[in-house]
């Protein structure tokens, strides 16, 4: 139990940060926007947030802070592949390399700087029952808000008419702009939510997992968070699964590093990513099943003047 429970407790906070990133561009997919900026997003939300705990002291206005420049962030995005209709694709790329420089140019004095993390939220009575209390119920409030966010995403994907618009937009824009929907405005929107949850899992690595800034500490976990919502085949509750599949795996080659396993350390870092490569090749293969869970309209331009 001694190593069982901190490895659980460490592959729950791996995993948070990649939840709420996939979560968010799940449903930006949705509606059929491909915005390969969540590393950007991600980065900005994370060097924000501790900025902004460093010099208020407030976990809570930081966290807020790290929603807003992932909101930002996916505010420049949309703006310009929906209203300038540039290429997703590379507007997605160049907000990945636009976010990771100027977190570094933000962050520069930040280097070297201690924060003490966010601190636990101890469910009284529950915390207390033994072996899953303290994994289930002794989390920082970002862990519950991430699994209540699975809750509420799911809830609003298949249970709501606005939820149902936006999938409609995703499967085939000019059915629903013909409609009558503002497929430019749904997708806006969608785009700016995606934003907000990529930087609270930013502001997360910062404030929680590795409490201090660190140039590139998201360190490809955008990519990673990319490829879970493919993995999950745009399902929330796989998407849930993966997250944590993918923290597993992170922990792992962690924990296998210091028991001394003799095999290198590069090799043990590259696992997450090895593993990420390994399960898309897999995916891949099985079209049918890609083709009758991705939205229709996924990273094609839309023009309502045409």
Known sequence: MDIIIPAILTIITAATPLLFAALGELVTEKSGVLNLGVEGMMIMGAIMGFVVVHYTGSSMIAILAGMGAGMLMAAMFAVLVLYFHTTQVPTGLALTIFGIGLSALIGQSMIGVAYDGIPKLAIPGLSDIPLIGKILFNQDGLVY?????VLVVGWFLNKTRTGLILRAVGDS???????????VKIRFWAALFGGAMA????????LSYSPLWVEGM???RGWIALALVVFAT???GQVLLGAYLFGGITILQLHAQALGIGIPSQIMSMLPYLATIVVLVIISRDQTKIKLNSPASLGKPFHPSR
């Open 199 to 206: 930087g609270i899992g930013g502001a997360y690595l910062s």
């Open 173 to 183: 824009h000019d059915a629903a702009h013909a409609m009558g929907y503002s497929v």
């Open 234 to 236: 745009w399902r929330v």
């Open 145 to 149: 808000l991430s699994i209540l966010m």
């Open 218 to 220: 998201t360190a490809g």
